[in-house]
Nanobody, 121 residues
Framework: QVQLVESGGGLVQAGGSLRLSCAAS????????MGWFRQAPGKEREFVAT???????TYADSVKGRFTISRDNAKNTVYLQMNSLKPEDTAVYYC???????????????WGQGTQVTVSS
């Protein structure tokens, strides 16, 4: 089993920044990709960004150039630096861990509890 604990959400004004963290513990040796997804009220969970054990990254078009994902393998922690935030970025952000490289939520085996990000206009 893998446990994921997110932190760093909050309330910020449009144009501001937040940094999310997700720490993994347990049987982490099997994790290849760690990613961030988000879910707004009434919407499905959507892909934001993911990074692999070897540093490969990919982003949703909606966040390219504004968000940066990074990973510290020694600490089993992944970060999401979010800049130039917009009201439409408001959602619960979830960290996920997968044994494969994928941007599909269904490919992620483990999830954190989620952290709320609210961007006011």
């Amino acid at each position: 089993q893998v446990q994921l604990v997110e932190s760093g959400g909050g309330l910020v004004q449009a144009g501001g920044s937040l940094r999310l963290s997700c720490a993994a513990s347990g049987r982490t040796f099997g994790i290849y990709a760690m990613g961030w997804f988000r879910q707004a009220p009434g919407k499905e969970r959507e892909f934001v960004a993911t990074t692999s054990r070897i540093g490969t990254t990919t982003y949703a078009d909606s966040v390219k150039g504004r968000f940066t994902i990074s990973r510290d393998n020694a600490k089993n922690t992944v970060y999401l630096q979010m800049n130039s935030l917009k009201p439409e970025d408001t959602a619960v952000y979830y960290c996920g861990a997968s044994s494969t490289w994928s941007a599909r939520p269904t490919s992620y085996d483990y999830w954190g509890q989620g952290t709320q990000v609210t961007v006011s206009s």
